[in-house]
T-cell receptor, first 111, second 115 residues
């Protein structure tokens, strides 16, 4: 399985865009990039996922580089409620077993 | 929010006692998972199920067993609890693991303390 590398922590000013990077240099062709977040003491929450094209939904945008070795999750207008641990996961197609969470990035949105 | 209920939400028990955690879903999703979360380790998969009576091991399955006799219920059992099993346990469900799917929905967690 491809391993992901994320910064341990990041800060962002409220109202500004939060850009969370993730490296997955060993990603293979059939692996998707998923992002989840976990607000303190709650269960993780799905944010977005993609294969190679950029994706956008009501929560965030996902930018995947052309070589697919890294990606960036963008929260366009961060709020205090976006303070959470953000997990970047690469997942083998068709395998429930391989959805593995790393340590993630602690994003703190500052007022 | 996905209809997932974990019980109990909090439990304190003693070493050597059996413990069963229950995950109940109302979404009729095929896949169910049990994760544990510990400081410094993130979320680690214990067991998962891909249908009634169909289960498989995750990365930290030792000391745990599971059962799924109905689509809606997935039970995690610690036959003889140890202090190393003190953790927060999360249940998750998903409809599919196929292309462009596999989104997991998580429960609120069950905090287990083994003294």
């Amino acid at each position: 399985d491809a391993k992901t590398t994320q910064p341990t922590s990041m800060d962002c000013a409220e109202g500004r865009a939060a850009n969370l990077p993730c490296n997955h240099s060993t990603i293979s062709g059939n692996e998707y990039v998923y992002w989840y977040r976990q607000i303190h003491s709650q269960g993780p929450q799905y944010i977005i996922h993609g294969l190679k094209n950029n994706e956008t939904n009501e929560m965030a945008s996902l930018i995947i580089t052309e070589d697919r070795k890294s990606s960036t999750l963008i929260l366009p207008h961060a709020t205090l409620r976006d303070t959470a641990v953000y997990y970047c996961i690469v997942r083998v197609e068709g395998s429930a077993r391989q959805l593995t969470f790393g340590s993630g990035t602690q994003l703190t949105v500052l007022p | 929010d996905a209809g997932i209920t974990q019980s109990p939400r909090h439990k304190v028990t003693e070493t050597g006692t059996p413990v069963t955690l229950r995950c109940h879903q109302t979404e009729n999703h095929r896949y169910m998972y049990w994760y544990r979360q510990d400081p410094g380790h993130g979320l680690r998969l214990i067991h998962y199920s891909y249908g009634v009576k169909d289960t498989d091991k995750g990365e930290v399955s030792d000391g745990y067993s599971v059962s799924r006799s109905k689509t809606e219920d997935f039970l995690l059992t610690l036959e003889s609890a140890t202090s190393s099993q003190t953790s927060v346990y999360f249940c998750a469900i998903s409809e599919s693991t196929g292309l462009n799917t596999g989104e997991l929905f998580f429960g609120e967690g069950s905090r287990l303390t083994v003294l």
